[in-house]
């Protein structure tokens, strides 16, 4: 199975997650955002906005994904619309582009960096970060910033950082993280996934635990199962109720734990992805997944399909982190 010679299968999930460039002047992929925007009874050829109930969206989808790269670029896939990147905008991020996070219309998404800062594009708005907080981002304890995730509704976000700290920002709701609880992660955090609800989530680290926080369950992690990667792990994505997530290492491996599914990985199918496999997401009814590569492949599993990838583009990926998002709260 290889990204770009796979029927376009289709991507719809509740959260969506970088070297790309010319022969000269490469750059880093550090993250993708899977962008299903849903709405009851729409079809993937129409502009479609997703309905929010309060405790989740309606179904239907328009898919697509947003892939960003360390240097700032967002490219786009599907049906997710370009609505700017930090190069774009003249901003200087040197290289530093960790996450990025979509509004629940999927006409907007925040890129991070590892550094503090939050831009906003599209709808989305800003509602503050690390660095307009003064806090003092890559210091001893707190650490860099490692991913974004967005609150239901987009009016807020959160900020996690290596070191274990959680920082919310407009809506969004403190309830706990690694540091507050001291737990000594050593700069182990590597993403955080939300609840549908956005009353909680959970927070993965390279070492393979998984901590829950809020309405978040625990529902075991490569740790508890005495499974050993390491520090390969690279990211997280929950099931569309909650009861469940998946945990992903760079080294194509797919673990799943509560009642996630297994559908497959880049190292279950022969895949040679070496030590690239920086992200990977769910779709919306919990079928499926893609999981990204550095190098610019994005690999489906289950019910996720394909929508093209840098790779495909001929982009010549290299570090991609699929983001912890999708836009339907995650693009």
């Not at 550094?115 to 307009?132: E, L, N």
Request: charged fraction near 10%; hydrophobic fraction near 40%; aromatic fraction near 12%.
């Amino acid at each position: 199975m290889k990204a770009g010679k796979i029927a376009a299968s289709v991507f719809s999930k509740k959260y969506l997650r970088r070297k790309v460039g010319a022969a000269a002047g490469a750059f880093t992929i550090i993250g993708v955002v899977l962008w299903s925007l849903l709405q009851s009874g729409s079809s993937l050829a129409s502009v479609c906005v997703p309905s929010y109930t309060g405790t989740g969206y309606t179904t239907g989808a328009c898919p697509g994904y947003w892939v960003a790269t360390t240097t700032g670029h967002v490219y786009q896939f599907g049906n997710a619309p370009f609505e700017g990147s930090p190069i774009a905008s003249g901003l200087m991020v040197d290289s530093s582009v960790v996450g990025i996070a979509a509004t629940p219309g999927g006409h907007g998404y925040w890129v991070a960096t590892s550094t503090g800062h939050v831009y906003k594009f599209g709808t989305a708005m800003f509602f503050g970060s690390p660095i307009s907080e003064k806090i003092a981002i890559g210091s001893p304890g707190i650490g860099t910033v490692v991913g974004i995730a967005a609150t239901p509704d987009g009016r807020g976000y959160w900020v996690a950082t290596s070191a274990g700290h959680v920082y919310q920002f407009g809506d969004a709701m403190f309830f706990g993280s690694p540091f507050s609880k001291g737990i000594a992660v050593d700069n182990s955090v590597v993403g955080i996934a939300p609840t549908v609800d956005g009353m909680g989530y959970w927070v993965a680290t390279s070492t393979g635990h998984v901590y829950q926080f809020g309405d978040a369950m625990f529902e075991g992690s490569p740790f508890s199962m005495h499974i050993a990667v390491g520090t390969s792990v690279v990211g997280i994505a929950a099931m569309p109720d909650d009861s469940g997530y998946w945990v992903a290492t760079s080294t194509g491996h797919v673990y799943q734990f509560g009642t996630a599914g297994f559908y497959g990985s880049p190292l279950s199918m022969g895949l040679n992805v070496g030590t690239t496999v920086v992200a990977m997401v769910a779709t919306l009814d919990g079928g499926g997944y893609w999981v990204a590569t550095s190098t610019g492949h994005v690999y489906q599993f289950g019910d996720a399909p394909f929508l093209g990838s840098p790779f495909a583009s001929d982009m010549h990926g290299g570090n991609l982190q699929l983001g912890t998002e999708i836009a339907i709260t995650r693009s």
